[in-house]
């Protein structure tokens, strides 16, 4: 509830545009908002919506950082918005770009729904066991050693933001670079003793130049992850493994 | 007119709507799933603190089974709840919990050894057992006479709702994104699936199906500050209402969490006093054990949130600029319990409240959480008036929560229904005829449109204000406590926005991807919702669970017993229609008492003395019964066959 600047008047610069519309071009709109305390990007959002521009186009589910509904570029950085407080910015402008490397649908608004669903399917997030079909859920849960359970979260905490695709200098350059958001689901299904793939498995998934050998370790990702998942151990790790399976 | 075709329609991408959807396909059958947003994004990424299920791993769980977990639902219920959905529930929540493992949940396990633990602001030190080691943990939570909240960290939901979504990817189930069923196509005795709109390129579209199971989630944003994501607004729950057929029930059951922050209203998990958080006043003063001497901050929420609110009433609330609040402590749990176990937590506080909750206090107050209320179905989760029509989730009043939810609850009871009523619906696909007549889904898509030329058309009222003004009512009228006046006055309010809804129109006049032309689709059925709610509470004269009445501050069995259910039998009616189910005590396996926490304040109802009796006679008639035949005996309940088992727990097999 930080109110040190109460009372600025902030300036919005969004990029505004509509590909549906015929004749619509990209162009950088401004709108002004009178700054209130704890006031996140999300509420000055709604706000301009409500009293500016009703055309207007973003997306938020949660508003509490919890779903990755709302990355945008916020002032040049992929983030969430939801939990971005405009009071954050020394300066009283903020610009809003929407996250690069997903199709756009209107303003702020993109579509990482088709990518995520291409992105599951393509490294196959889930568990592979064809055994576990076989389970009777009345009996004893199978073990699992508590630690293990931990390091697994750890890696389950992304939640498909895109932040990491949108500063990705390679998936930039190679559109059908798996991207960071994949190699963290790799990495979360590796650790996993649940999942029976091995590494010959996940070569034929990340054991190539759109996989994990095409990545530059520049961290673009890591350096924009909201949920500050550990990217730079993890491809350094994938890595290895590859290697090691290559051989 | 595009037409897509599906056996088993599941509207809804949410935990409910993809195991749900799961069950469909499993059995063979053709299976779409329609959501607003991408599947994983949806409401139930956001539950925090975990999902119950009698696994009793943990030492602090030894002794629980299905019976306690029953039990505790039903009190947590004040009785309003369908035992026998209760019974179905709690047998089948320990196989959903590990079927979730097997699916990839990182359940939080048990780890051998000694822990210190937080136990009403004591550090105490609690052994887990060598044999139990690496089972699934479990967590305290309120209204639990047993610790029985599975969890992952404080991200339950979001590990839950990947793996789920995930499980669907691996079945290949279609999930239809930025698509809103804004009507159902039924000819008054079944449903034949929906109007749907595209949310991108503003197109209609008719889904049609054998049977459409509705699974939206809750109607938490009727209220101006909620704890729920921005798109639970009930629209799930809307179409069924403007059927005019299908009723819903117990729209006034709506549920107050304790501990949201102030001002925006995140939550912050019931796993922060459960793991031995407290509440403190504007004194620092612990207020909970004053009220409640037994389960203090454990409470069931409708009794914290009561009792929170009194507290401020006297004077005790801290004032902010957004009103009074009270603090949430959790310093006492140290450093490396809140970053390991309540991370989100932790994060929360710092992006919204710039505080850091391992040294700071977290401004709280009660904040709409739940919504009890919704679509009545039967115990398979079908319409009791709409063939064909399912739902399943949040959006359900089949009946589990009666007038209180526990926390834990709601998470294990969408996993549960879709588990169940995906049995039922795929029964209902293979028995039903793929007669569809095409005239009657043609007139409602030619509804639908024509109803959105209208709103573009003409000039008239703005939904954003429409709606601000609803959200405010329903905050100030029809909250934690309520009064017959306020809610005569909130009939009244909402009434009049309803009128003015009917000439709801857009500045924006774009028919493709246009956000006003979204709220003003919703908002006119939003206003009918809320004023489900509002009459529903006017007209129940008594307080049970989380509808706490201060005229009629006794919870009455002998009159309200009962279901409120609820109809919009004409779309030109400005009120809708109400009539009460009786909740039979005769046939109750809990007969109706006192919750143990909370005042006991009750008129008792005439059957609950004889049906204890007889409850009495029936245990003594069979003295060398185990409890499964005794439950059997009192109170028998359905469940598809492959539920039916019993559940192994560590140390007494089967028993
Ligand atoms: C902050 C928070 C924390 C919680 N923590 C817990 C907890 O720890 N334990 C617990 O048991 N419970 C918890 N709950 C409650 C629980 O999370 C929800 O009740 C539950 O997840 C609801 O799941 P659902 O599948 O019924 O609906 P949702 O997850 O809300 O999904 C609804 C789906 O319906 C879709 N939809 C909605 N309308 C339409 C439409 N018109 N057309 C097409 N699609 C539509 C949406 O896109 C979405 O996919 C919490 C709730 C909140 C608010
Ligand atoms: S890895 Fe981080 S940045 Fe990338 S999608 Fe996941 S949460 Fe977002
Ligand atoms: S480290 Fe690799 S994945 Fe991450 S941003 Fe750089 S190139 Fe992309
Ligand atoms: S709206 Fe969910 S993360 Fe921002």
């Known amino acids: ?247 | 007119m595009k037409t897509v075709f599906a056996d088993s329609l599941i509207i809804g991408g949410g935990l409910a709507g993809l195991r749900t959807a799961i069950a469909t396909r499993t059995r063979g059958l053709d299976t779409i799933v329609l959501s607003l947003i991408p599947a994983k994004r949806s409401h139930s990424a956001a539950a925090q603190g975990g999902m119950q299920g009698s696994l009793a791993a943990t030492i602090k769980g030894e002794g629980d089974n299905e019976n306690v977990h029953f039990a505790d639902t039903v009190k947590g219920s004040d009785w309003g709840c369908d035992q026998q959905v209760a019974r179905m529930f709690a047998n089948t929540a320990p196989k959903a919990v590990r079927e979730l493992a097997t699916w990839g949940v990182p359940w939080t396990r048990v780890r051998r050894g000694p822990r210190q633990v937080v136990i009403n602001a004591e550090r105490v030190t609690i052994t887990e057992k060598d044999d139990n080691h690496g089972l699934i943990s479990a967590r305290d939570f309120g209204g639990t006479r047993k610790w029985r909240t599975c969890y992952t960290a404080d991200g339950t939901g979001h590990t839950m709702l990947y793996a789920v979504d995930n499980k669907a990817i691996e079945f290949g189930i279609a999930v239809h994104e930025r698509k809103e069923a804004i009507a159902l196509i039924h000819d008054g005795s079944t449903c034949y699936g929906a109007v749907v709109r595209d949310l991108i390129t503003g197109e209609l579209i008719a889904y049609v199906a054998r049977a459409t199971t509705i699974a939206t989630g809750g109607y938490g944003r009727l209220y101006a500050i909620s704890t729920n994501s921005v798109i639970s607004e009930g629209m799930g729950t809307a179409i069924a209402l403007e059927t005019g057929v299908a009723s819903l029930g117990n729209m006034e059951a709506v549920q107050f969490h304790p501990t949201a922050i102030v001002p925006v209203g995140i939550l912050t998990t019931e796993g922060c006093r459960g793991d031995g958080g407290l509440l403190k006043d504007k004194d620092g003063y612990r207020f909970m054990p004053d009220y409640e001497p037994g389960k203090k901050e454990l409470a069931s929420r409708d009794v914290v949130s009561r009792r929170m609110t009194e507290h401020m009433r006297k004077g005790k609330g801290v004032a902010s600029p957004y009103g009074d609040h009270l603090w949430l402590d959790i310093t006492l749990l140290g450093k490396e319990h809140i970053e390991k176990n309540l991370r989100e937590v932790k994060e929360i506080c710092e992006y919204f409240l710039g505080i850091d909750p391992v040294k700071e206090y977290i401004p709280v107050r009660p904040t709409q959480h739940y919504s009890m209320g919704g679509i009545r179905t039967k115990p398979t989760g079908e319409s009791r008036q709409l063939s064909g029509l399912f739902a399943a989730g949040e959006v359900s009043c089949w009946d589990m929560h009666g007038f209180n939810r526990l926390g834990g609850n709601s998470v294990a009871e969408t996993i549960v229904a879709g588990m169940i009523v995906g049995e039922y619906v795929a029964d209902y696909c293979e028995r039903s005829s793929v007669d569809i007549p095409t005239s009657v889904v043609r007139a409602f898509v030619m509804r639908e449109e024509a109803a959105i030329t209208e709103i573009i058309g003409r000039s008239g009222e703005d939904p954003y204000e429409l709606k601000r003004e609803m959200q405010q009512i329903m905050m100030e009228k029809v909250g934690i406590f309520r009064m017959g006046s306020d809610l005569q006055e909130a009939v009244d309010g909402l009434r009049g926005l309803l009128l003015r809804s009917r000439n709801i129109t857009v500045r924006n006049k774009a028919r493709h991807s246009n956000p006003e032309l979204v709220e003003a689709i919703r908002v006119p059925k939003m206003i009918k919702l809320a004023l489900t709610v509002a009459c529903g509470a006017l007209a129940r004269t008594e307080s049970r669970g989380a509808h706490a009445r201060e005229d009629y501050p006794e919870r009455n069995d002998r009159d309200w017993l009962n279901r409120t259910l609820s109809w919009w039998k004409d779309e030109k009616d400005d009120l809708p229609v109400l009539e009460y189910e009786n909740l039979d005590v005769m046939s109750m396996e809990m007969p109706p008492g006192t919750r143990g926490y909370g005042k006991a304040n009750m008129i008792a109802h005439p059957d609950t003395e004889k049906r204890v009796k007889q409850i009495e006679e029936i245990k003594e008639s069979m003295p060398n019964a185990d409890r499964f035949e005794v439950q059997r005996a009192i109170m028998p309940y359905d469940l598809p066959e492959k539920y039916q088992g019993k559940n192994e727990r560590v140390g007494v097999g089967f028993e």
């Open chain 1, 1 to 247: 509830m930080s109110g040190a600047n109460d009372g600025r008047t902030l300036k919005f610069h969004i990029l505004k545009y509509d590909p549906q519309q015929g004749g619509d071009k990209p162009r950088m709109v401004t709108y002004e908002v009178k700054e209130a305390p704890g006031m996140t990007i999300f509420i000055a959002l709604n706000e301009i919506r409500e009293t500016q521009d009703r055309a207007l186009q973003f997306d938020f589910v949660c508003r509490a950082g919890i779903c990755g509904s709302c990355g945008m570029v916020i002032n040049g950085k992929p983030d969430l918005a939801c939990r971005t407080l405009t009071a954050k910015f020394k300066k009283p402008e903020i610009t809003l770009l929407p996250l690069p490397a997903f199709d756009l649908i209107g303003d702020l608004s993109v579509n990482t729904g088709s990518y995520t669903r291409a992105m599951s399917e393509r490294v196959r997030t889930w568990i592979h066991d064809e055994e576990g079909k076989q389970v009777d859920l009345n009996e004893l849960e199978e073990r699992m050693d508590p630690d293990l359970a931990d390091e697994i979260y750890e890696l389950d905490r992304c939640i498909e933001c895109g932040c990491c695709i949108s500063a990705c200098a390679t998936k930039r350059m190679r559109d059908g670079f798996l991207g960071a958001m994949g190699f963290m689901k790799v990495a979360r299904f590796a650790v996993d003793s649940r999942d029976k793939r091995s590494d010959s498995d996940w070569y034929e998934v990340i054991g190539n130049d759109d996989g994990v050998f095409g990545c530059m370790s520049l961290m673009g990702c890591e350096d924009n992850c909201p949920k500050d998942l550990p990217h730079q151990t993890k491809i350094a790790y994938l890595r290895r493994k590859m290697v090691g399976a290559a051989r």
